[in-house]
């Protein structure tokens, strides 16, 4: 009889203790399915579309963000831009310099108090070669002058044109120019090649021989 008893008792014992510890698991369980910090905003993408790219990434839930982009590779420090965003999965941003390197890193900003913010997604890009210039006609050749045209929607500043043997010239631009300019003082029978810009971002480039 003692023995049956103690039989009891110990399987008593044994349900209790793992009844604790099933509770104990499945509190476990429920703390670890709250993560301690955002994942990352995974597969930051960048399309480029000439000097424009638009970078998609996959969203996560109770974030915003914060998207950076700047002129060097990983660097961010070259013309850093810290742009927030909220409610989307991708932003497109334009007039970026030709034919450079940039770098674009985002990361989630919890809306949690209990949540800290992701780490960084991070990403390289090369812009495309931005020309604004359009094809100069015949008509618009002269020996000793061209008539540039160019997209009027773009902000410049000058042309420089250039030539084998000849000192460059340099044509400052303003908003009267409305996507023209008449380039003088050209010698006759010579390959000059015009460059516009923006301060010191190339936005086109067009081959020109002046007539004889």
Do not use: H
């Not at 013309?79 to 990361?107: C, F, M, N």
């Not at 380039?183 to 081959?207: C, D, H, Q, W």
């Amino acid at each position: 009889m003692e023995r049956i008893k103690y039989s009891i008792t110990r399987l008593i014992m044994m349900m209790v203790c793992l009844l604790l510890f099933m509770i104990s698991c499945e509190k476990e369980d429920t703390i670890s399915d709250i993560p301690e910090r955002l994942f990352r905003p995974a597969l930051l993408t960048a399309g480029v579309d000439g000097n424009k790219v638009r970078l998609t990434w996959i969203p996560i839930a109770n974030a915003s963000y914060s998207l950076e982009i700047s002129r060097d590779s990983l660097l961010f420090s070259t013309d850093l831009q810290i742009i927030p965003l909220d409610g989307t999965d991708e932003y497109t941003i334009g007039d970026l310099w030709s034919d450079t390197v940039y770098s674009a890193r985002i990361k989630g900003l919890s809306k949690i108090s209990t949540i800290k913010d992701s780490e960084y997604e991070m990403v390289t890009f090369r812009t495309g070669i931005e020309n604004i210039f359009y094809a100069v006609a015949a008509t618009d050749i002269a020996a000793n002058q061209v008539l540039l045209k160019w997209d009027k929607t773009k902000t410049v500043s000058e042309i420089v044109a250039s030539a084998a043997g000849t000192a460059d010239i340099v044509v400052s631009l303003s908003a009267s120019d409305a996507g023209e300019k008449l380039i003088p003082a050209l010698k006759a029978n010579t390959s000059y090649t015009f460059k516009i810009y923006f301060g010191e971002m190339l936005r086109g480039t067009v081959s020109v021989k002046t007539k004889p």
